[in-house]
T-cell receptor, first 113, second 113 residues
């Protein structure tokens, strides 16, 4: 049973436009959410996170929005740049699961010139 | 931050053989984690390796198939035993910097023929 779902395997966005990556989760006990970015032949790297007590967290071009009632979060990248082309993993953790991080399947983002 | 060196970066193996993956961290860490990413799937936690004790395996993973060593606070190995084509995956070592984030090695791309 997939507790963290990224329903779009891939997404193409024009350079300079906004990229929106979506993520849904099923476990209401999740209280911390993270986004990781992965380039080919490299390990994932932490991008941004959000606690369940917030509904928005911003870091430069990256903003994560959390809608707890809908069990949905999204990552906004604006403006999108060529270096943003990568696979993005949504992840979640819950205190009662010893903080183990559960990952989605990832969304491959292509930034078009 | 932590720098994680993982090797080999990739290997092609015959079924029935075993492969040992090494993970070296540039600082002492209590817990090290081993993940697997099968093609098109999410990052799945295999086990947590603590120094001086047996690894803790997640549901669906067993010690006989994925023996882990953790001889000190900076090093761990994961062995994929008696390999079959279904074991073809990316295997990733990681360490935790608290709930905030995981640091990952660059991964081992394993192909089993």
């Amino acid at each position: 049973d997939q507790q963290v779902k990224q329903n779009s395997p891939s997404l193409s966005v024009q350079e300079g436009r906004i990229s929106i990556l979506n993520c849904d989760y099923t476990n209401s006990m999740f209280d911390y959410f993270l986004w990781y970015k992965k380039y080919p032949a490299e390990g994932p790297t932490f991008l941004i996170s959000i606690s369940s007590i917030k509904d928005k967290n911003e870091d430069g071009r990256f903003t994560v929005f959390l809608n707890k009632s809908a069990k949905h979060l999204s990552l906004h990248i604006v403006p999108s740049q060529p270096g943003d082309s990568a696979v993005y993993f949504c992840a979640a953790s819950a205190r009662n699961r010893d903080d183990k991080i559960i990952f989605g399947k990832g969304t491959r983002l292509h930034i078009l010139p | 931050s932590a720098v994680i060196s993982q090797k080999p970066s990739r290997d092609i193996c015959q079924r029935g053989t075993s492969l040992t993956i090494q993970c070296q961290v540039d600082s002492q860490v209590t817990m090290m984690f081993w993940y697997r990413q099968q093609p098109g799937q999410s990052l799945t936690l295999i086990a947590t390796a603590n120094q001086g004790s047996e690894a803790t395996y997640e549901s669906g993973f067993v010690i006989d198939k994925f023996p882990i060593s953790r001889p000190n606070l900076t090093f761990s190995t994961l062995t994929v035993s008696n390999m079959s084509p279904e074991d073809s995956s990316i295997y990733l070592c990681s360490v935790s910097a608290g709930r905030e984030k995981l640091f990952f090695g660059s991964g081992t791309q394993l192909s089993v023929l």
